[in-house]
């Protein structure tokens, strides 16, 4: 009964305020938005803006992929218009609402972009790891049994530091993403919410020199320097660059240090033309190496896993290739079955005397749906000077 009311209120809240201004209330106004809908009629997608003048979640459809377009806003959420066809916008997350032919696909927002926690496998073996908003896996992850509290706040804002060209902010990121208990920035050091990297009330922040006094200090696990030892190192290069470009020098070369987003030595290192996978005390692992111009391909996954399944006391069964990244293709026993880029299983086994494709089981590697190319495109028809899309909502629909 007090929900009915709440619902009741608020749409009357909305109305009155719609009619006293005679257009539609600002989506950050004090009129909250109620909905429980989480699933739309087929070939309409739920998106963030589509209901109560664009400020509320609703459904949303349009020209499907391969279609024609005259804009971006006449295609379905996660397509874009180009020349005048229907294609994946892949700078979205809701583009892989037209795969749904794929067993394996991400988490995404209502406002479609990915979800922050991305979970794989099983409740024994699976893990989730961090993602950004666009889809590029970033520092932290966590077994999924232990994954309830994972939340990535933190892994998202450093990432978004490091690419707004801030390498020098020291915020501190735990294993599963989350702000570690003690942050300093910028001279001033507090004890922080995991969550949110706020201060803890009842607490105070110091300066820097004080930060040991804080009551989320503790000497075992911290040490005696806030710094960790890949930082300390990034950050007395960065210092050094700085002061030989005030003095003219800007192409220095220096060994370039990468560090993960809890101050361990990130993932690879470069040097002399090399991209090496290394572990967090910045020991190479194995021989896993390339060529520095494929740096962008190089994400030693598999590498690291068969340290972190080590020290788990388990055993890593699936072949890396040789720049520490995992085989998309996998052969256990001559059976070939493919994998992504977090080590998990996309395909069920594949018969076949040769190996299989694996991009078109994997959700980021695909151009096109199924029975779709740049060559089999459907047209629509014309009638009546519109365009004609059949069947997307329930019946023929125009768009002009």
């Known amino acids: 009964m007090e929900n009915s009311i709440q619902c009741i209120l608020v749409v009357l809240l909305a109305a009155l305020e719609i009619s006293q201004s005679q257009s539609c209330p600002k989506c950050s106004s004090s009129v909250p938005c109620v909905s429980s809908l989480t699933?739309?009629?087929?070939?309409?997608?739920?998106?963030?803006?589509?209901?109560?003048?664009d400020c509320c979640p609703g459904c949303k459809g349009g020209a499907e992929f391969g279609y024609f377009c005259s804009s971006s806003s006449s295609c379905a959420p996660g397509l874009t218009c180009q020349n005048d066809k229907c294609v994946f916008?892949?700078?979205?997350?809701?583009?892989?609402?037209?795969?749904?032919?794929?067993?394996?696909?991400?988490?995404c927002e209502v406002d479609g972009t990915f979800a922050a926690v991305q979970c794989k496998g099983d409740r024994v073996m699976g893990r989730c790891f961090c993602y950004s908003e666009s889809g590029e896996r970033i520092f932290g992850w966590a077994w999924r049994r232990d994954a309830e509290d994972m939340t990535c706040t933190c892994s998202r804002m450093k990432y978004k530091l490091m690419k707004s060209g801030q390498i020098d902010n020291t915020i501190h990121c735990d294993q599963k993403g989350n702000f570690e208990p003690l942050q300093c920035s910028n001279g001033v050091c507090w004890c922080a919410d995991a969550k949110t990297g706020e201060i803890i009330h009842g607490t105070r922040a110091v300066p820097e020199s004080m930060w040991t006094f804080l009551p989320c200090y503790d000497i075992v696990k911290m040490g005696l320097t806030y710094l960790r030892q890949c930082e300390s190192a990034a950050y007395a290069?960065?210092?050094?660059?700085?002061?030989?470009?005030?003095?003219?020098?800007?192409?220095?070369?220096?060994?370039?240090i990468i560090c993960d987003y809890d101050g361990a030595y990130g993932i690879y290192t470069v040097a002399d033309g090399i991209v090496a996978c290394q572990w967090r005390d910045g020991t190479k692992i194995g021989s896993f190496q390339g060529s520095s111009n494929t740096i962008s391909k190089?994400?030693?996954?598999?590498?690291?896993?068969?340290?972190?399944?080590?020290?788990?006391?388990?055993t890593h069964t699936l072949a890396c290739n040789g720049n520490g990244n995992y085989e998309s293709i996998q052969d256990i026993n001559g059976q070939f079955f493919c994998v992504d880029r977090d080590g998990f299983a996309v395909s069920v086994p594949i018969e076949t005397d040769h190996a299989p494709d694996c991009e078109k089981y994997i959700y980021y590697e695909i151009a096109a749906p199924p029975d779709n190319d740049s060559e089999d495109y459907k047209s629509p028809e014309i009638k009546d000077g519109a365009y004609m899309y059949p069947d997307y909502f329930g019946g023929d629909h125009l768009y002009y």
């Not at 916008?89 to 988490?107: A, E, I, M, Q, R």
């Open 298 to 314: 190089v994400n030693c996954n598999c590498a690291r896993d068969q340290k972190i399944f080590a020290e788990a006391g388990l």
């Open 89 to 107: 916008d892949k700078t979205t997350c809701s583009y892989t609402y037209h795969l749904k032919h794929l067993s394996v696909l991400p988490t």
């Open 39 to 53: 699933e739309c009629p087929d070939k309409q997608y739920l998106v963030q803006n589509a209901n109560l003048c």
């Open 237 to 256: 290069q960065y210092l050094m660059q700085k002061t030989l470009a005030i003095h003219g020098t800007i192409h220095a070369e220096f060994k370039k």
